[in-house]
T-cell receptor
Framework: DADVTQTPRNRITKTGKRIMLECSQT?????MYWYRQDPGLGLQLIYY???????NKGEISDGYSVSRQAQAKFSLSLESAIPNQTALYFC??????????????FGPGTRLTVL | AQSVTQLDSQVPVFEEAPVELRCNYS??????LFWYVQYPNQGLQLLLK??????LVKGINGFEAEFNKSQTSFHLRKPSVHISDTAEYFC???????????FGQGTRLTINP
């Protein structure tokens, strides 16, 4: 079974709709992240959470919100989707206790298309 | 703050040829460096990492990278590529004391038979 799962894997929606992307992990990590990937831009950080009570904005948080429901679950919401939010979205987790490594483990991604 | 530049957006090579994917970073503090690989329709997985010690780092699938502090580079190399190496490769940096990884723009490696 995958350690980091994302649902849905693909979603097509219309402008103005509310969308939620979900991420679950079985790695027992405290830290979780949401990124978006656009061709030629690499990965940009949207939000990150270091524990259930800690939520932080990343580079491109406008138009997005998150909820950390439990250590294992971190959801990303688009309150009113717009076409330029069409992208590939990744969830990741990390464990900072590994000697400063903070290696991140990624889910398989959610491909979101906003029409 | 840190930044990463991957100098090539696309690199085509023939099977069994050597390849080098270039990565330069900037940082005012010491860094940890990573290379991730993304195979088609998959998430990212760690290829190798530099934390400290030996500047030549070996990773999975025959890849290696060399940390060069004076040139602020962390180039990825493989002496002989296979069709299965076709993927996108991302260089990433985290400064000591920083909380976040900063990713480069990615390099798409295409292997031609």
């Amino acid at each position: 079974d995958a350690d980091v799962t994302q649902t849905p894997r693909n979603r097509i929606t219309k402008t103005g709709k509310r969308i939620m992307l979900e991420c679950s992990q079985t790695k027992g990590h405290d830290r979780m992240y949401w990124y978006r990937q656009d061709p030629g831009l690499g990965l940009q950080l949207i939000y990150y959470s270091f524990d259930v009570k800690d939520i932080n904005k990343g580079e491109i948080s406008d138009g997005y919100s998150v909820s950390r429901q439990a250590q294992a679950k971190f959801s990303l919401s688009l309150e009113s989707a717009i076409p330029n939010q069409t992208a590939l979205y990744f969830c990741a987790t990390s464990d900072p206790t590994g000697g400063g490594n903070n290696e991140q483990f990624f889910g398989p991604g959610t491909r979101l298309t906003v029409l | 703050a840190q930044s990463v530049t991957q100098l090539d957006s696309q690199v085509p090579v023939f099977e069994e040829a050597p390849v080098e994917l270039r990565c330069n970073y900037s940082s005012s503090v010491s860094v940890y460096l990573f290379w991730y690989v993304q195979y088609p329709n998959q998430g990212l997985q760690l290829l190798l990492k530099y934390l400290s010690g030996s500047t030549l780092v070996k990773g999975i699938n025959g890849f290696e990278a060399e940390f060069n502090k004076s040139q602020t580079s962390f180039h990825l190399r493989k002496p002989s590529v296979h069709i299965s190496d076709t993927a996108e490769y991302f260089c990433a940096v985290r400064g000591q004391g920083a909380q976040k990884l900063v990713f480069g723009q990615g390099t798409r490696l295409t292997i031609n038979p």
